[in-house]
């Protein structure tokens, strides 16, 4: 009868109770509260770094547009992609800038990542503005 009660004592004390597996839950879960928001910002951060380094992309291509046809690009308040093939055609630029919201070649349709360009004739300047998340926000500004 003694052997039989150790055996059930022993069997017993195995394994987690109840309350220990709520309580392990509930402090995972509000370790997961902290961490998961934090992550989604850092997702968007990085890919608006990632188009503010196309919009640098697309500046140093314009500049050696400008160095092989003494003029900048016609456009005003157009999409990126309406000047890419242009500097593409005439070598100032060799590869395909994607968006990195997208991950695909930046269109006039794209939903966040929306780079436009205006040319001013006049004073020999462009402007260059990029959009973050959804383009509600201006992320980078360039006047030349």
């Given at each position: 009868?003694?052997?039989?009660?150790?055996?059930?004592?022993?069997?017993?004390?195995?394994?987690?109770?109840?309350?220990?597996?709520?309580?392990?839950?509930?402090?995972?879960?509000?370790?997961?509260?902290?961490?998961?928001?934090?992550?989604?910002?850092?997702?968007?951060?990085?890919?608006?770094?990632g188009?503010?380094?196309?919009?640098?992309?697309?500046?140093?291509?314009?500049?050696?547009?400008?160095?092989?046809?003494?003029?900048?690009?016609?456009g005003?308040?157009?999409?990126?992609?309406?000047?890419?093939?242009?500097?593409?055609?005439?070598?100032?630029?060799?590869?395909?800038?994607?968006?990195?919201?997208?991950?695909?070649?930046?269109?006039?349709?794209?939903?966040?990542?929306?780079?436009?360009?205006?040319?001013?004739p006049?004073?020999?300047?462009?402007?260059?503005?990029?959009?973050?998340?959804?383009?509600?926000?201006?992320?980078?500004?360039?006047?030349?």
């Amino acid at each position: 009868m003694k052997k039989t009660k150790v055996l059930l004592d022993l069997h017993r004390n195995k394994g987690f109770t109840l309350i220990e597996l709520i309580l392990c839950l509930s402090i995972i879960g509000l370790m997961m509260s902290f961490i998961a928001p934090n992550f989604g910002n850092v997702l968007s951060n990085s890919k608006e770094q990632g188009v503010k380094a196309a919009l640098r992309t697309v500046q140093i291509s314009l500049e050696n547009y400008y160095l092989n046809k003494e003029t900048y690009p016609q456009g005003t308040d157009v999409h990126v992609s309406s000047i890419l093939e242009e500097l593409k055609t005439s070598g100032a630029i060799s590869k395909e800038i994607k968006n990195p919201f997208s991950g695909e070649v930046f269109s006039d349709t794209d939903t966040s990542g929306f780079i436009t360009y205006s040319f001013e004739p006049d004073s020999q300047s462009y402007t260059l503005e990029a959009k973050g998340l959804n383009n509600e926000f201006t992320i980078l500004l360039v006047e030349h």
